[in-house]
C-alpha cells in the first residue's frame, strides 16, 4: 500500500528546502507535482501560488492564491500576501478588498493599516487613506512609513503644518529617513519657508545622492530664490537619475520655457501630468512641413485659459496646408465657432475613417509639433470677437452700474488643486493698492468666497459691484472686457480672452511666477502691452503695487 501522506510531505519538504536555499524552479517543480497529485488542496495551490509570485509570473500566481482562497485556504497572512500582489501589479482596488480581509481577521496585522491607506492615497481617497495611516500609527508609533504616508495625505488636503508635523515625526524616528527629509523639505517650500526647506533637502541628498525626488524638490524650492540656472539643473539631475520622472519632466520644461529656452521646454513639456490625449499616442517628432491633406484633429488640454493660449499655434498648422478641427470645452465652444484658426468644433475627434495620414495630438502639445525653436517670433493670440447683441447688453450693464472709467478686478485665478497655476493676491493689499480709485470697480472673479466683495470694498474706500456670474456666461463675459476701461488682476481666463480681443490688462505675477510671465521683466513676450506687476521674492507687493498707482495715476484714480 502507498502511503500518500508520506508521499506528500516527502515532497513538500523538497519543495520547502529547495525554496529556502533560493531554488525556485525546483521549488515551484516540487509544489506544482504536488497540486498535480492532491489539485483539492487549497494550501498546496497557495505554496504554489507565492512560488510562483517570487518567480514573477503574476499571473500564475494571482490565479493560484485566489483559488486557494475560494477553496478555503484562508488566514489574515493569506489575505495579506494576496493584497501584496495585488499591489504590486498596479490593482489597488483589488488589493483593498484583500486588505480589508486581512484586517477583519487580525485588526493589528503589522504594516496592513499603512498599505491599505497607501491604495486608498493610490485612488485619490484622501479621507479613507488619512484614517488608515491613523490606526497604523496608533498600533504602532514607531511606524516611520506610516507617519511619512500620512504627511502625504495631508500635503494633498493641503494641511501643510500638519504634514510637516508628520514629516518631523518620522523623522525623530530615523534622522536618516530621506523621503521624509525630501517631503519635509517640499511642503516648506509650499508655506514659503526656503531656508529651512532648502537645508532638509540638501541633507537628503548628502545621505541619497541618488534619490530623484529630492533633486526634483531642490528644484522647486530654488524657484523660490529665483535661481533658474540652478534651478534647470536641479530638475535635468532628476531626469538623469529617473528618465521616466513625469513630474520632473514637466518642471523642467517650465524651468526653460520661463527663461525663454523654448525649444527645450516644449520637448519635456509633453511629459505633463495633466495632459488629455484620447488614443494614447506620443509625439515622438514634430510634424512634417508640409501638412497639405492631412487633418488634425487637436484635443482640449487644461484649463480654459489654456486652450485659448495654446490655440495661438493652429495658425501655423493652416499655413502648413492642414485641415484642424478641435474639440473644446463646452464653455467656451460658442467663441471658437468664430475662430479663423479652426475649421471645425467636434465632439468626438476620433480616428473613425482609420485613415492613418489623420493626426490626434493635444493641443498643448502644439508648440512641439510645429518644431518651435528659440528664436521663433512667438504667435499672437487668436483673435474674437464679440457678439453684438452682447456688446448691447453689456452697454446697458455698465450704464446701471455707475459712471465710466469702468475697471475690471480679480484677486485669484486657477484652483489650488492644481497648486503650479494657482495664483493669488491678498485681498486687503489688493484694495490698499488701489485705495483712492476714481472708477467704477467691477469683481470679475470666478466664484468669490463669502464676503469677498465685500471686504475689497472696505480695503477700496469705493463700492465694488459683483459681476462674478459672467464667467458662467463667456460671450457676455467677452463684451464686457470689450468695454472696460481697464483691467487689473492675476492671470486667468479673462486674461487670455483679453488677449484675443487685442486689449490689454494689468497683470499681478506672485512669485514666483508662471512661466507664461516669464522670470523677470515688465512685459511678457507672450502677452505684449500687458504691462507687468510681479510680487518680490520675499512675497511682498507693496513695490509693485506702488507701481501699478503710479501707471494708473491720471487714468482712473484721484490724485
Same mark, same amino acid.
Given at each position: 500500500m502507498?502511503?500518500?501522506s508520506?508521499?506528500?510531505? $516527502?515532497?513538500?519538504?523538497?519543495?520547502?528546502?529547495?525554496?529556502?536555499?533560493?531554488?525556485?524552479? %525546483?521549488?515551484? $517543480?516540487?509544489?506544482?507535482?504536488?497540486?498535480?497529485q492532491?489539485?483539492?488542496? %487549497?494550501?498546496?495551490?497557495?505554496?504554489?501560488?507565492?512560488?510562483?509570485?517570487?518567480?514573477?509570473?503574476?499571473?500564475?500566481?494571482?490565479?493560484?492564491?485566489?483559488?486557494?482562497?475560494? &477553496?478555503?485556504?484562508?488566514? !489574515?497572512?493569506?489575505?495579506?500576501?494576496?493584497?501584496?500582489?495585488?499591489?504590486?501589479q498596479?490593482?489597488?482596488?483589488?488589493a483593498?478588498d484583500?486588505?480589508?480581509?486581512?484586517?477583519?481577521?487580525?485588526?493589528?496585522? +503589522?504594516?496592513?493599516?499603512?498599505?491599505?491607506?497607501?491604495?486608498?492615497?493610490?485612488?485619490?481617497?484622501?479621507?479613507?487613506?488619512?484614517? =488608515?495611516?491613523?490606526?497604523?500609527?496608533?498600533h504602532?508609533?514607531?511606524?516611520?512609513?506610516?507617519?511619512?504616508?500620512?504627511?502625504n495625505?495631508?500635503?494633498?488636503?493641503?494641511?501643510?503644518?500638519?504634514?510637516?508635523?508628520?514629516?518631523?515625526?518620522?523623522?525623530?524616528?530615523d534622522?536618516?529617513?530621506?523621503?521624509?527629509?525630501s517631503?519635509l523639505?517640499?511642503?516648506?517650500?509650499?508655506?514659503?519657508?526656503?531656508?529651512?526647506?532648502?537645508?532638509?533637502?540638501?541633507?537628503s541628498?548628502?545621505?541619497?545622492?541618488?534619490?530623484?525626488?529630492?533633486?526634483?524638490?531642490?528644484?522647486?524650492?530654488?524657484?523660490?530664490?529665483?535661481?533658474y540656472?540652478?534651478?534647470?539643473?536641479n530638475?535635468?539631475?532628476?531626469?538623469q537619475?529617473?528618465?521616466?520622472?513625469?513630474? %520632473?519632466?514637466?518642471?523642467? &520644461?517650465?524651468?526653460?520655457?520661463?527663461?525663454?529656452r523654448?525649444?527645450?521646454?516644449?520637448?519635456h513639456?509633453?511629459?505633463?501630468?495633466n495632459?488629455?490625449?484620447?488614443?494614447?499616442?506620443?509625439?515622438?517628432?514634430?510634424?512634417?512641413?508640409?501638412?497639405?491633406?492631412?487633418?488634425?484633429?487637436?484635443i482640449?488640454?487644461?484649463?480654459i485659459?489654456?486652450?485659448?493660449?495654446f490655440?495661438?499655434y493652429?495658425?501655423?498648422l493652416?499655413?502648413?496646408?492642414?485641415?484642424?478641427?478641435?474639440?473644446?470645452?463646452?464653455?467656451?465652444?460658442?467663441?471658437?465657432?468664430? =475662430?479663423?484658426?479652426?475649421?471645425?468644433?467636434?465632439?468626438?475627434?476620433?480616428?473613425?475613417?482609420?485613415?492613418?495620414?489623420?493626426?490626434?495630438?493635444?493641443?498643448?502639445?502644439?508648440?512641439?509639433?510645429?518644431?518651435?525653436?528659440?528664436?521663433?517670433?512667438?504667435? %499672437?493670440?487668436?483673435? #474674437?470677437?464679440?457678439?453684438?447683441?452682447?456688446? !448691447?447688453?453689456?452697454? $446697458?450693464?455698465?450704464?446701471?452700474l455707475?459712471?465710466?472709467?469702468?475697471?475690471?478686478?480679480?484677486?485669484?485665478?486657477g484652483?489650488?488643486?492644481?497648486?503650479?497655476?494657482y495664483?493669488e493676491?491678498?485681498?486687503?493689499? #489688493?484694495?490698499?493698492?488701489?485705495?483712492?480709485?476714481?472708477?467704477?470697480?467691477?469683481?470679475?472673479?470666478? =466664484?468669490?468666497k !463669502?464676503?469677498?466683495?465685500?471686504?475689497?470694498?472696505?480695503?477700496l474706500?469705493?463700492?465694488?459691484?459683483?459681476?462674478?456670474? #459672467?464667467?458662467?456666461?463667456?460671450?457676455?463675459?467677452?463684451?464686457?472686457?470689450?468695454?472696460?476701461?481697464?483691467?487689473?488682476g492675476?492671470?486667468?481666463?479673462?486674461?487670455?480672452?483679453?488677449?484675443?480681443?487685442?486689449r490689454?490688462?494689468?497683470?499681478?505675477?506672485?512669485?514666483?511666477?508662471?512661466?507664461?510671465?516669464?522670470a523677470?521683466g515688465?512685459? /511678457?513676450?507672450?502677452?505684449?502691452?500687458?504691462?507687468?506687476?510681479? $510680487? /518680490?521674492?520675499?512675497k511682498?507687493?507693496? +513695490?509693485?503695487?506702488?507701481?501699478?498707482?503710479?501707471?494708473?495715476?491720471?487714468? =482712473? #484714480?484721484?490724485?
Amino acid at each position: 500500500m502507498v502511503d500518500h501522506s508520506n508521499r506528500r510531505d $516527502q515532497l513538500l519538504t523538497r519543495a520547502r528546502e529547495a525554496r529556502t536555499r533560493g531554488d525556485l524552479v %525546483a521549488a515551484g $517543480q516540487a509544489y506544482r507535482q504536488l497540486v498535480e497529485q492532491y489539485p483539492d488542496d %487549497a494550501e498546496l495551490k497557495y505554496f504554489l501560488g507565492m512560488t510562483c509570485w517570487l518567480m514573477h509570473h503574476h499571473d500564475e500566481a494571482e490565479t493560484l492564491i485566489e483559488q486557494a482562497i475560494t &477553496a478555503g485556504h484562508q488566514s !489574515d497572512s493569506v489575505y495579506y500576501n494576496f493584497a501584496l500582489l495585488l499591489q504590486e501589479q498596479g490593482k489597488a482596488e483589488a488589493a483593498i478588498d484583500q486588505y480589508q480581509h486581512a484586517l477583519a481577521l487580525n485588526p493589528e496585522l +503589522e504594516d496592513a493599516n499603512n498599505n491599505l491607506g497607501f491604495q486608498f492615497f493610490t485612488l485619490g481617497q484622501l479621507d479613507e487613506a488619512a484614517e =488608515c495611516f491613523l490606526k497604523e500609527i496608533a498600533h504602532r508609533p514607531d511606524n516611520i512609513a506610516a507617519h511619512n504616508n500620512l504627511g502625504n495625505v495631508l500635503k494633498e488636503q493641503f494641511k501643510f503644518e500638519a504634514a510637516r508635523r508628520c514629516y518631523q515625526n518620522a523623522i525623530k524616528l530615523d534622522s536618516t529617513y530621506v523621503e521624509a527629509l525630501s517631503n519635509l523639505a517640499n511642503v516648506l517650500y509650499k508655506m514659503g519657508r526656503y531656508e529651512e526647506a532648502l537645508g532638509h533637502v540638501d541633507r537628503s541628498i548628502e545621505l541619497e545622492p541618488g534619490n530623484a525626488d529630492a533633486w526634483n524638490n531642490r528644484g522647486m524650492i530654488l524657484q523660490g530664490y529665483g535661481r533658474y540656472p540652478e534651478v534647470v539643473e536641479n530638475f535635468h539631475r532628476a531626469i538623469q537619475l529617473q528618465p521616466e520622472f513625469k513630474e %520632473a519632466h514637466t518642471n523642467y &520644461a517650465t524651468a526653460n520655457l520661463i527663461l525663454g529656452r523654448f525649444s527645450t521646454g516644449w520637448d519635456h513639456y509633453r511629459y505633463r501630468l495633466n495632459k488629455h490625449v484620447n488614443d494614447g499616442r506620443f509625439l515622438h517628432a514634430p510634424l512634417p512641413a508640409d501638412l497639405h491633406g492631412r487633418n488634425v484633429y487637436l484635443i482640449q488640454d487644461q484649463g480654459i485659459g489654456d486652450e485659448l493660449f495654446f490655440l495661438r499655434y493652429a495658425r501655423q498648422l493652416k499655413q502648413r496646408g492642414a485641415w484642424v478641427g478641435y474639440r473644446p470645452g463646452q464653455k467656451i465652444r460658442s467663441l471658437l465657432q468664430r =475662430c479663423d484658426a479652426i475649421d471645425a468644433l467636434t465632439d468626438e475627434p476620433t480616428l473613425a475613417s482609420n485613415d492613418a495620414d489623420d493626426i490626434v495630438m493635444s493641443v498643448g502639445d502644439l508648440a512641439f509639433a510645429l518644431g518651435v525653436n528659440d528664436d521663433d517670433p512667438l504667435p %499672437a493670440s487668436i483673435s #474674437l470677437a464679440p457678439l453684438a447683441q452682447q456688446v !448691447d447688453a453689456m452697454q $446697458q450693464y455698465l450704464s446701471s452700474l455707475g459712471p465710466a472709467p469702468y475697471l475690471g478686478v480679480t484677486w485669484r485665478g486657477g484652483t489650488i488643486m492644481r497648486s503650479r497655476l494657482y495664483k493669488e493676491i491678498p485681498l486687503q493689499a #489688493l484694495g490698499q493698492g488701489l485705495a483712492g480709485i476714481k472708477a467704477t470697480v467691477i469683481s470679475l472673479q470666478r =466664484c468669490p468666497k !463669502d464676503g469677498e466683495t465685500q471686504q475689497l470694498a472696505q480695503s477700496l474706500g469705493a463700492p465694488v459691484h459683483d459681476a462674478s456670474a #459672467l464667467n458662467d456666461d463667456l460671450e457676455a463675459m467677452l463684451a464686457l472686457l470689450g468695454l472696460l476701461d481697464e483691467y487689473v488682476g492675476v492671470s486667468n481666463t479673462n486674461i487670455h480672452l483679453l488677449a484675443a480681443l487685442g486689449r490689454h490688462a494689468r497683470v499681478l505675477v506672485p512669485a514666483p511666477a508662471e512661466w507664461r510671465w516669464m522670470a523677470s521683466g515688465d512685459e /511678457s513676450p507672450w502677452f505684449p502691452g500687458f504691462p507687468v506687476y510681479r $510680487q /518680490s521674492l520675499d512675497k511682498q507687493w507693496a +513695490e509693485a503695487l506702488s507701481r501699478l498707482r503710479k501707471d494708473l495715476a491720471g487714468i =482712473c #484714480l484721484s490724485t
